[in-house]
């Protein structure tokens, strides 16, 4: 490192001559730490020169603006003060003096900050003496905790152990309420980023698991044991060598991704968010392998690895520091060879964890106390230490194969799998487990990495038998008709296990289980079943959500596909905890019916028979026979004036209550001139019912009406009425919380639609509204297709590609522009992924023919999903 030009002396006039040199000297500085950080040095050493840099910058603007003899002190404090410094990490100081001197230097005190912004460092300055140091910790713990890993940096050489007696004041933070405290702060800190690690844009600082945690076992080493970091806890007893030497490792692994944070974002950057995540595994080397083994989910994994293991330890490293200085221990028997000390559950038996068996016996005593706070320190360590020697199932002797089906059939199944794989037990006996822990996935639609994902589809499973989760009103009556309910954890344990191994997950998993199942003796029946299970898991969620499951064909296809109502049963559960357990979003009312409205439509295709199938006009029969018994206050002459009105398809695509209502309202209004606009509210979902004069435009006008009020369209169904009305229905969904109760913004919509039908359709254009700034790094390759059906009569246009805002009120007008209208509409968003399926055909009401026609409009739409809005039209809008 270049040395920088001395500054001048006290007073000269060149003040810029100096603090340009030093400049240049921490430019030279950090472009040779930024070659020897993509070079691969040791982030210690890269740290070390980081803060020697800006230690030999500090110093020399300090000689630069007070004079030797100031009786001043200047110390770094915080990550500073300990030699942790980052790019662009604060510089915070503490200038430590009595109060005379503070004021006799006050200016220079104030040119020295200012050159300190001048020569581009951001410093975070506290000027106090002694006293004021004292009573500035006794009011705040943070003070105190910044001011412990003080180091000096000009001045008295005696100024830092001065202020260490400072601060070991009697009664100034004693030991007990220092570390309550910070285990607040821990508790508090762990909350804003939900109790997990696995957060998809972590915090390299404060999340659980990150930097933060090593950092207050730190402080709290020093504060009670008075000693210079964690590794001096070894010689006490206090942290194992080997704990010790997993944490060095683990803090590599993240200063170096917040090291190369800093470098990619340019600035001081804590999150990393999804714009450097790329960037940051390129620069650390990371390429990707296959397609669903990207270098970033590779960068990910090893962070969410090393943040585990580094909470899993502090667990056991604060456990012990609140029984040291609790002075008591209160010891319960609760089994043979277990006791419960201090609230948590210890093993008496001492060392190591003997074998997968003892561990098993372990955990299924911990799942019979519930009472227990957690698992003791010394249990948790000797289980630690266990690992390497519990091999895989395959390994294993019947009696510990059994020894864990048992914990899968006893209480607390899913919490005992959720600590047995937060403890790494579970990743050592099933392998496959352990490969995608800590595994995300780099869209915007899996909000979990794939363990976490798979504990909280198990939760969620756990909540089916007594029904207590009212987002799935139907799954405690199937899951009552399981004749092994613990088959469906063993599904949903491995319905994504083979994710990452560059191929289909299902068809891999499937294998996995099979084998799992084989090796651990289970019926070939239900070997079988979880086989299926496994292979078919999305088998569900795909029919309903992309498929017309009012057409008896798709649900006839689908049942074939099922085969028999046990295996529904399980899948419907499974399919439920696997979409809800995605994402805290992904699940509604809508969802639930969808999926719902398929499951009971299959058991009726099924009790009946495939070989038995029901013609339309069966369909349609039965359909009409619910709606009238639905309608039974009205008279009958007025039904049938009804059902005159709705066409044959409408009873075949709409279920009976839906029928219901908007027959209904339909003999309700009178002024035929007039929109009729029925907007309920579901749940958090949405029905719109539009009952008006049918014309050109009216789908695209509809659908860009619902993108100003907000709402996202799921399923649009068009009818048109034998007497040329729409009979329209769309299933909606909120983009944001207006705060407005339901059925106040459903009477909000219904007001604006209304007005927008009866304006001429040309009038309206969907908003302009920003990219999401998420969506900008994830970009799904468009794709548009078009397909005659056999009937002559409809097209099928699938298009595929990155959502956005008004993304299908611009698809809506372009079909308009083309003179093509909409018969139906299914609107599926995954994440950053949209899937759409329209029906549509040309004005003669046949499918589209002419290649010119079909080529303009696959331009156009492809310009529209590459992000292209398209211009308002020059002509009238012609048909819907």
Known sequence: MSEAAAPPAQGAPAAGDWREAVRETLRQAHAGI????????????????????????????????????????????????????????????????????????????????????????????????????????????????????????????????????????????PAAAYFDAKRAEWAARHARYHDTAYNLEPN???????????????????????????????????????????????????????FGLHLVAGRREERLRFDYQKPLAARLGYRDEASDNLAVEQMMQAFFRAAHTVQRISERVLQRFEEQLAGRVERVPVAPGFERVNGYLRREAPGPVGSALEAFALFATWAACPEAKGLHSETARALAEALPRIAPYEAQDADTRAAFLSLLQGPQPVETLA????????????????????????????????????????????????????????????????????????????????????????????????????????????????????????????????????????????????????????????????????????????????????????????????????????????????????????PLEAVERAFAEFPAESFLRYRPEQLATQARAVLGHADRTRPLVLVRPQGEAYEVFVHSPDRDGLFATITATLDRLGFSVAVARIVTSTSGMSLDTFQLLPLHDTGEPPEARARHAERVITEMLMRPAASLHPPRRALPAALKHFRVP??????????????????????????????????????????????????????????????????????????RLTAALTACLEGDRPHAPSQEPRHR
């Not at 003096?97 to 300055?125: S, Y």
């Open 419 to 634: 600590r047995m794989a937060h403890l790494g037990v579970l990743g050592r006996y099933l392998p496959a487990f352990a490969r995608v822990s800590g595994r995300m996935q780099y869209d915007l639609f899996h909000v979990y990495t794939v363990d976490q994902h798979t504990l909280e589809v198990l939760r969620i499973m756990a909540g089916f038998p007594e029904g207590r989760d009212e987002r799935f009103p139907k799954a405690k009556d199937v899951h009552a008709r399981l004749k092994a309910p613990w088959l469906l954890l063993v599904a949903g344990l491995f319905h994504d296990i083979a994710k990452g191994r560059g191929g289909d997950h299902s068809l891999l998993g499937a294998e996995d289980v099979r084998a799992f199942a084989v090796a651990h003796r289970l019926k070939p029946a239900d070997t079988a079943l979880l086989a299926w299970l496994v292979e078919q898991h999305l088998l569900m969620s795909t029919t309903a959500q992309r498929q017309d499951i009012s057409d008896v064909a798709v649900v006839e296809r689908f049942a074939a596909a099922v085969g028999d109502r046990t295996r529904l049963d399980y899948l419907y559960l499974l399919t439920c905890a696997d979409i809800a357990g995605t994402s805290p979003k992904l699940w509604n009312t809508w969802k639930e019916r969808l999926l719902s409205d398929l499951y009971e439509a299959t058991r009726l295709a099924l009790r009946r028979g495939l070989e038995h199938r029901l013609d339309a006009a069966e369909r349609v029969a039965e359909v009409q026979a619910e709606v009238r018994a639905l309608l039974a206050d009205l």
């Open 34 to 173: 930024v070659a020897r950080f993509d070079g691969g040095e040791a982030i210690e050493r890269l740290l070390a020169a980081q803060t020697a840099a800006v230690d030999a910058a500090v110093r020399q603007a300090w000689a630069a603006a007070l004079p030797a003899e100031s009786g001043l002190d200047l110390l770094a404090t915080g990550g500073y003060g300990r030699g942790e410094q980052y790019p662009f990490s604060d510089v915070d100081l503490l200038v430590l003096g009595p109060a005379e001197a503070q004021h006799r230097h006050e200016a220079a005190l104030g040119a020295f900050f200012a050159a300190l912004w001048d020569i581009g460092l951001k410093p975070g300055t506290a000027v106090r003496s002694l006293a004021d140091c004292v009573q500035a910790c006794r009011e705040d713990v943070g003070t105190l905790t910044a001011l412990t890993e003080a180091r000096l940096l000009a001045g008295s050489p005696a100024a830092p152990e001065r202020l260490e007696d400072a601060l070991r004041s009697e009664g100034l933070w």
């Open 782 to 855: 468009p794709k548009v297709e078009l397909r005659a059906l056999e009937d002559g009569r409809r097209t099928q246009l699938v298009l595929i590609g990155t959502d956005r805002p008004g993304l299908l009120a611009d698809v809506a007008r372009i079909l308009r522009e083309h003179g093509l209208r909409v018969h139906d509409a299914r609107i599926a968003t995954f994440g950053e992924r949209a899937e759409d399926l329209f029906l549509i055909s040309d004005e003669a009401d046949r499918a589209l023919a002419d290649p010119d026609a079909i080529a």
């Open 204 to 258: 390299l600082k404060e999340g659980p698991g990150a930097l933060r945690d090593l950092h207050t076992l730190g402080w709290l080493a020093r504060r009670i044991y008075r000693v210079p970091g964690l590794e001096a806890l070894v010689p006490l007893g206090l942290l194992g060598a080997d704990e010790a030497a997993t944490l060095r490792r683990d803090w590599r692994t993240l200063a170096r991704l917040r």
